[in-house]
């Protein structure tokens, strides 16, 4: 798991509020576990989409962003998936 220059606490504080953003942002109602998870799993889901275009960040600022964006995909993902 690349965490791209952030500690693993850091990663789950960034994450929690990354994933607290994207629920704000997309009107969704989520607990703090899901909002972490989202922003977590965001950021390395959209790393992974970034290193394959050749695309590299470092620092918190940008993995609260890429979280931030990557757990937006993933609600909007959700949503299509339910209907």
Known sequence: MSLN???LLA?????GLAGWLAE???NSQMGLIANIVLGIIGALVLN???AALGIA????VAYLII?????CL?????RAVRG
């Open 5 to 7: 220059g952030v500690g």
């Open 11 to 15: 990663a789950i504080i960034i994450g």
């Open 24 to 26: 704000r942002f997309m």
């Open 48 to 50: 992974f989409i970034l």
């Open 57 to 60: 960040y470092t620092g918190w």
């Open 67 to 71: 979280g931030f964006i990557g757990a």
């Open 74 to 78: 993933l609600i909007a993902a959700g």
